[in-house]
Each structure stands twice: as C-alpha cells, then as structure tokens.
C-alpha cells in the first residue's frame, strides 16, 4: 500500500519559518517526481513546487520564489518542503503528491495533507 504521511505543519506569524516532510512508502521513490501542493478554504489546489527524480531540477510556482526551498532524499524515501519569510496568504493545507510523469501533469498518490496557519 502505497502511502505519502505529510508532517510538520502548524501555526507560525507572517515572517516566520516551518519546514514540511513526507515520509513515502509502499513505492519506488526515485522512480516518481515529487511535489508539493496546497489548498485554502474555498480556493482551487495549486501546485507549490515539484523537484525531479534525481533532485537536480526544481520548479516553484512564482509566489514562492526565493521563499520556499524544495528537496528530497531518495535514501530516505522523505521529500521536505522549507518555507521561509511566511506570508498570511501562504495558509492553507499543504500536500505531498507522486507522479510517474512531467507531462500530462497527473499525480499518482496524494498525501492527507498538514495544515500550515500563518498569522498576520
């Protein structure tokens, strides 16, 4: 059974820093490109960032640049997301996905999600 368990949520003030995991089992995780997806109340899921199979390529949405740092460690099985200078519109639940493509962009597996609060 495959399974993406998010961790490391929780309630910080804008300015502030939180660092996101996922611990995957039940899959190849090399074999699967890896990102992070998040979700507000009442508001569509929006890709956050997305990192390669091997680590070397990134992408981040525009919002987060320069902001939020994604890696993973294929040892590990783990994928972290490190989220600096939070802003109150960075709220929202935050989920680990897997996917076996780039392009058509179709997640596999998605985690239960960890909930990050930003206060202003």
């Known amino acids: 059974q495959v399974q993406l368990v998010e961790s490391g949520g929780g309630l910080v003030q804008a300015g502030g820093s939180l660092r996101l995991s996922c611990a995957a089992s039940?899959?190849?995780?090399?074999?699967?490109?890896m990102g992070w997806f998040r979700q507000a109340p009442g508001k569509e899921r929006e890709r956050v960032a997305a990192?390669?199979?091997?680590?070397?390529?990134?992408y981040y949405t525009d919002s987060v640049k320069g902001r939020f740092t994604i890696s993973r460690d294929n040892a590990k099985n783990t994928l972290a997301l490190q989220m600096n200078s939070l802003k109150p519109e960075d709220t929202a639940v935050y989920f680990c996905a897997a996917s076996t493509t780039i392009w058509p962009p179709s997640v596999n597996y998605w985690g239960k999600g960890t909930l990050v609060t930003v206060s202003s």
């Open positions: 039940g899959l190849t995780f090399s074999n699967y490109v």
């Open positions: 990192i390669s199979r091997s680590g070397i390529t990134t």
